[in-house]
């Protein structure tokens, strides 16, 4: 299985940027999950794939995803929008993005970290998002799951946090949240 570190995203980052600068229509991606964790927020293990809603035409900049795998022996969705549905869009809050890079023709761009906790939080994978989720928590000042829960709820106001987040947001508060986590430096992606 192909693995991404951060060196490896902005490496593919460059090249999506490239093939999509071919032509002079706006497009790019907004990215969420672990690259924009990776990207943005702090130092994390490596990511299997760039989560992502492609701004402009969805299979143009899937297809020139796509293309890049092939010309890097990668698999074929590690650009992929399979999360796509998990960006908040109707709450009293919506997702908020931050550009890492825009030429005028291609954005690259990141969740909000508040937008990242809520959609961690809705993921809830034990063992798999504890502890972006507390990372994210110490970035936001999220200090109880009553703050957690009102979080949640401004982003999807027709849900509740899940049982399961509940569950974890306790057992990270009895460990104790991390020190805010340093932020990387600006990926170069120009």
Known sequence: MTRFD???????????VA???ETGDRTGIRIIGGAALALRYFDRESTVDIDARPIGDPERVLAAGREIAAANG???D????QAAGFIPEYGRRVATWETLYDDGRVAIQVASAEAML???????????DDV?????MAICDVRTIEDAEELYEDFYPADLLPDRAVRMLTRILEVGLPERPEQPPPPDIA
């Open 6 to 16: 951060r060196d490896g995203l902005v490496l593919g980052l460059r090249q999506l």
């Open 19 to 21: 093939k999509l600068g």
């Open 74 to 76: 990668w698999p074929a």
């Open 78 to 81: 590690w650009l992929n929008n």
């Open 118 to 128: 809520v959609m961690k939080l809705r993921a809830n994978r034990p063992g798999r």
């Open 132 to 136: 972006d989720i507390a990372k994210l």
